[in-house]
C-alpha cells in the first residue's frame, strides 16, 4: 500500500485576479490626480512617490536620512518592541489559560492596562525614556503585548477536553498537559497573535515617532506633512505598508510549516 | 484470590458509590476482574455508564468506595490505566507513531523500550504504512486504531473502552474487534469493555456484567465460555446473546 500526498494546483483565476485588482488600483489612482480630479497638494500620484522612492535612496535631504536609515531605524524599533511583546505576552497568556493561580494573579490588572491606547502611554515614556529608542520600543511592546496575552489564553481554553481526559488517565502531570496538549492546541491562536501583535505593533510604531523621534518612517510622514510633500507622506505609509506585508506573509509562510498536521 | 480460570484477581472495585447531590447514580456496585480477564459491561441507555468509567478511571471522584489495583487504591500516576473513548483522541500535530507512543512518553518510558514497542505494535494492527502520516490524512477507522494501540502500548494494568467502536460501520466494527481480541490475546492485557451493543459484548468478552436502571448496581453476570474465534450464528453464541437481552431489557 503506498500513501502518496495529492498536489493541490491554484485556479488560475487565483492568480490573475490579484495581479488585475492590483493594477486596476494603481492605475485608478494615477488618473484621478494626473487628470486633476484630486490635487496633487493633496494626494501623490504613484509616479511622482516612485520618483522620490528612486531620488530618497540616495538623498538624505531635506529630512535628513536617506530612506534606508529611515526604514532600519523603524524596523530596528518594531522588532526589538515586537519580538519583546511575543517573549512576554506569549508565555503569560498560556500561562493563565491553564494554571488558575496565574490567571486569578494576572488578569485584573491586564483588564486593567488594556484598554488604555499605548499612544496615551507617550507623555509618560518621554519623561522616563526621553526620545531615543528605549521609549519607542515600550509604546510598540505595549501595543504588541495584549493581542498576545489574548490570544495564547484564547488558545489554551480550545483545547479539546477529552484530549486532557484522555492524558489524565494515562497519568499525565498538569505540567505534561500544558506542555504536551495546551501549547500545541493554541499554536494556531499563537500564530494569529503573531500576526495581529505584528500589526498593532507596527501601527503604534508610526504613532510613537509622529510624536517623539528624528529618524524613521513614522518620522518621515511626520516631516512630509510639515514641509507640505504629500509625496513624502505617501512613501513613508507605503514603505510602511510594504513592511509589514512582507512580514507579515514571511510568518504566513512559517505557520503553514509548522502546522502541517493540525489543518483540516 | 482467583476466579474461574484460577487467574488471580487484578482489580478489584469495592462499593463504588457516585452520587450528584440527591441523584444516586452508582449503588454500591462490587466486582473483580481477573488479570488478562476481558470484560463486558452492558446496561440500559442512561444507566450510567459513562460516569462509571469515569470513577473507574478516576477522572471524577467518587462518593464512597474504590477500585483496586493489586490491592491499592488505584492512581493513574502510579498505576498504568488507558481508557479509549469513543471520540477520536488523536493528538492533530502528532504523526500516527507519535501519537501511538504519547501514552508511553507521559509514562516516560525508556527511549529502546518505546521504540520496539511501537514496532511491535503498528505492525500487529497494520498501522506500519501510515505511521508518518497525520490524523487528518487517515480515516475515522484508524484514528480509532491509533487510541487502541496507544492504550496497549503502555501494558496497562487495566485497559478501558467506552464503546470504541459505536461511530464506526458493522463491517469494520467486526474487523476492528478480531483485531482487539488478537491484540489482547499477545498482549494478555486485563480490558473492561464498555458497550450497549449486546452482540459485541458476546463477540469479545470472556464474562459480561449486566447494569441495572439507575440507580445503576449489577443485576447479574453471564460467563460466554466459547471457543474462538466466535461465530455469529453459533447457537451457543445465539443463546448467550438471548440470555443477556432478556437481562438487559427494560421495555
Same mark, same amino acid.
Given at each position: ?13 487565483? *492568480? ?10 494603481f ?22 512617490? /516612485? ?82 529608542? $528605549?521609549g519607542?520600543?515600550f ?20 483545547? @479539546? ?21 495546551? /501549547? ?24 510613537a ?38 512580514i507579515g506573509?514571511?510568518? $504566513? ?5 509548522l ?6 | 484470590m482467583?476466579?474461574?480460570l484460577?487467574?488471580? @484477581?487484578?482489580? $478489584?472495585? !469495592? ?34 455508564k459513562?460516569?462509571?468509567? @469515569? ?8 462518593? $464512597? ?6 490491592? &491499592?487504591?488505584?492512581?493513574? !500516576? !502510579?498505576?498504568?490505566?488507558a ?27 525508556? !527511549? ?6 511501537l ?50 460501520? /458493522? ?7 478480531? &483485531? ?16 450497549? @451493543?449486546i452482540e ?17 448496581? *449489577? ?28 437481562? /438487559?431489557?427494560?421495555?
Amino acid at each position: 500500500m503506498a500513501y502518496e500526498s495529492v498536489k493541490v494546483e491554484k485556479p488560475l483565476s487565483l *492568480i490573475l485576479l490579484p495581479i488585475l485588482s492590483v493594477f486596476t488600483f494603481f492605475s485608478a489612482w494615477e488618473l484621478i490626480v494626473d487628470t486633476g480630479i484630486v490635487p496633487s497638494t493633496m494626494l501623490a500620484a504613484p509616479s511622482a512617490v /516612485i520618483k522620490l522612492f528612486l531620488i530618497k535612496l540616495t538623498d538624505p535631504n531635506p529630512d535628513g536620512a536617506i530612506l534606508a536609515a529611515h526604514a532600519w531605524t523603524s524596523g530596528k524599533e518594531a522588532f526589538i518592541g515586537y519580538l519583546l511583546s511575543l517573549a512576554f505576552g506569549l508565555p503569560l497568556g498560556l500561562l493563565m489559560g491553564w494554571f488558575t493561580v496565574v490567571r486569578g494573579l494576572a488578569r485584573p490588572i491586564f483588564e486593567l492596562i488594556r484598554p488604555i491606547p499605548p499612544i496615551a502611554w507617550i507623555p509618560l515614556t518621554i519623561f522616563w525614556f526621553g526620545i531615543g529608542i $528605549e521609549g519607542k520600543v515600550f509604546i510598540i511592546w505595549l501595543g504588541g503585548v495584549v493581542p498576545c496575552v489574548i490570544n495564547a489564553f484564547v488558545g489554551v481554553r480550545m483545547t @479539546n477536553p477529552t484530549l486532557i481526559q484522555m492524558a489524565r488517565t494515562y497519568g499525565a502531570s498538569d505540567w505534561q498537559i500544558f506542555v504536551q496538549l495546551c /501549547i500545541p492546541s493554541a499554536l494556531p491562536m499563537v500564530f494569529g497573535a503573531l500576526q495581529i501583535a505584528l500589526v498593532c505593533c507596527w501601527v503604534n510604531l508610526v504613532g510613537a515617532e509622529l510624536l517623539a523621534a528624528d529618524q524613521g518612517l513614522g518620522y518621515l510622514i511626520s516631516m512630509g506633512r510639515r514641509l507640505a510633500l504629500p509625496d513624502m507622506v505617501v512613501l513613508g505609509m507605503v514603505c510602511v505598508g510594504f513592511v509589514g506585508a512582507v512580514i507579515g506573509y514571511a510568518i $504566513e509562510r512559517l505557520e503553514c510549516r509548522l502546522l502541517a498536521g493540525i489543518r483540516r | 484470590m482467583t476466579d474461574y480460570l484460577g487467574r488471580r @484477581n487484578k482489580i $478489584e472495585v !469495592k462499593n463504588l458509590t457516585r452520587r450528584f447531590g440527591d441523584l444516586l447514580v452508582l449503588d454500591h456496585i462490587n466486582f473483580t476482574v481477573a488479570e488478562g480477564e476481558f470484560l463486558a459491561i452492558v446496561g440500559p441507555t442512561g444507566c450510567g455508564k459513562t460516569t462509571f468509567l @469515569n470513577c473507574l478511571s478516576k477522572l471524577i471522584p467518587t462518593s $464512597e468506595g474504590d477500585i483496586y489495583v493489586d490491592g &491499592e487504591v488505584a492512581n493513574p !500516576k !502510579k498505576h498504568n490505566l488507558a481508557f479509549v473513548f469513543q471520540e477520536p483522541t488523536c493528538l492533530p500535530w502528532r504523526t500516527v507513531r507519535d501519537n501511538v507512543a504519547y501514552g508511553m512518553e507521559v509514562k516516560h518510558f525508556p !527511549k529502546d523500550r518505546i521504540e520496539k514497542k511501537l514496532n511491535d505494535i503498528l505492525n500487529m494492527v497494520g498501522l506500519a504504512d501510515t505511521a508518518n502520516l497525520f490524523p487528518n490524512q487517515v480515516s475515522a477507522s484508524m484514528m480509532q486504531r491509533i487510541a487502541v494501540s496507544r492504550a496497549f502500548a503502555v501494558d496497562p494494568d487495566l485497559l478501558m473502552m467506552d464503546e470504541p467502536y459505536g461511530q464506526l460501520d /458493522i463491517k469494520l466494527r467486526y474487523y476492528l474487534e478480531d &483485531e482487539l481480541i488478537k491484540l489482547w490475546q499477545t498482549l494478555k492485557s486485563t480490558v473492561l469493555f464498555v458497550t450497549h @451493543n449486546i452482540e459485541e459484548a458476546v463477540y469479545v468478552a470472556e464474562r459480561i456484567l449486566v447494569l441495572s436502571n439507575k440507580p445503576t448496581h *449489577i443485576k447479574a453476570e453471564v460467563l460466554v465460555d466459547l471457543p474462538r474465534p466466535r461465530s455469529l450464528i453459533d447457537p451457543k453464541f445465539v443463546e448467550i446473546r438471548k440470555q443477556v437481552t432478556e437481562l /438487559i431489557r427494560w421495555w
